[in-house]
């Protein structure tokens, strides 16, 4: 829980952050959101998910009623008044509210939503041990119905996913297209690794391109290691020197199990922990600092109405 929430241009304690039954968030799950890290002070490549929110935005037609720099400093301005140097924080548009009917132009207009708390993190086993995982019948939205790269507040393609994973005791669960394409987790994108080789499903297989991931294949290549973003079924992660799952929780998490099979030795790899501990030193340096937030925005949008 955070002390401080922002909604549509003002700060007010969570009891006060309320949007209305009529927005159609809530009606259909029509809106766009970000899940983003805070280490330390630096919250970890906003540019980056501010971009993805505005590619998501675009995506659904939805116009983002602050630019990308009044979303910076609410981002920034929402973890200082908070008072927090580590933690996640959640950036939400909403269509806003409207009559019932799914038309998004019954909306007036669309709400901001700013939420930054503390954040449930995988154990310390997770990352010395490996997690098992399965693959689940519930099949990825092919991208000619919706494309998986929009971080859309629909998500229930994903949960059904979800709830398969936690039937089975498992913690995440493998996401395939119509033809067993692996495309990724119900919230993280996964990688192997074969003959030194690091293989990640490409985005237009329907995955979302994670900022984590974007940032693993950086730091992959910096160290020197191959990388493809090709199509794979589960054959190659049966068949994997190693495996991990990425993601803003997760960070890179080892999967040593995929359906009951062992993944090589059964035990995280040497790649995985060399590029988990490389992305952890980058995760404070590569960022926004709160610290430098500057002042607030001169232009103002409509909806920055009362401080
Ligand atoms: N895939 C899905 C479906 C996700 O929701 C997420 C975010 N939790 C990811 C992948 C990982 O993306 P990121 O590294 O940007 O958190």
Redesign the pocket.
């Known amino acids: 829980m955070s002390d401080i929430v922002f909604l549509d241009g003002k700060f007010v304690p969570p009891e006060k952050a309320k949007v209305s039954v009529f927005d159609h968030c809530l009606l259909y799950g029509d809106g766009v959101f970000e899940?983003i890290r805070l280490y330390d002070g630096c919250v970890f490549r906003l540019k980056e998910?501010l971009e993805?929110l505005f590619s998501s935005a675009k995506y659904i037609a939805l116009k983002i009623p602050l630019s990308r720099d009044e979303l910076k400093w609410v981002v920034l301005e929402t973890c200082r008044r908070n008072n927090l140097r580590n933690g996640y924080i959640r950036l939400l548009v909403t269509r806003g509210a409207g009559d019932l009917g799914i038309a998004p132009w019954l909306c007036k207009a669309p709400s901001v939503v700013c939420i930054a708390g503390k954040i449930k993190l995988y154990p310390v086993e997770a990352y010395t041990k490996g997690l098992r995982i399965i693959s689940v019948a519930t099949v990825r939205t092919p991208v000619s119905s919706f494309n998986?790269r929009v971080?859309s507040c629909n998500?229930l393609n994903?949960i059904l996913a979800k709830i398969e994973g936690d039937n089975a005791g498992v913690p995440e669960a493998l996401m395939l297209d119509t033809r067993g394409y692996v495309v990724?987790?119900?919230?993280?994108?996964i990688f192997i690794v074969k003959n030194k080789v690091l293989f990640t499903p490409p985005t237009y297989l329907g995955?979302?391109r994670?900022?984590?991931?974007d940032c693993i294949i950086e730091i992959a290549r910096e160290m020197g290691i191959e990388v493809r973003e090709e199509p794979f079924t589960r054959f190659e992660i049966f068949d994997a020197d190693e495996c991990f799952m990425?993601?803003?929780?997760a960070e890179a998490v080892p999967v040593v199990n995929l359906d009951a099979r062992p993944i090589s030795n059964g035990r995280p790899g040497p790649v995985t922990k060399r590029l988990n501990k490389r992305f952890r030193e980058l995760v404070t340096q590569d960022g926004a600092r709160v610290a430098e937030i500057g002042s607030r925005p001169r232009k103002l949008g409509r909806h920055w109405g009362a401080a």
């Open positions: 899940g998910h993805r998986g971080k998500y994903n990724e987790c119900t919230a993280d994108n995955a979302l994670g900022i984590t991931r990425t993601g803003t929780a």
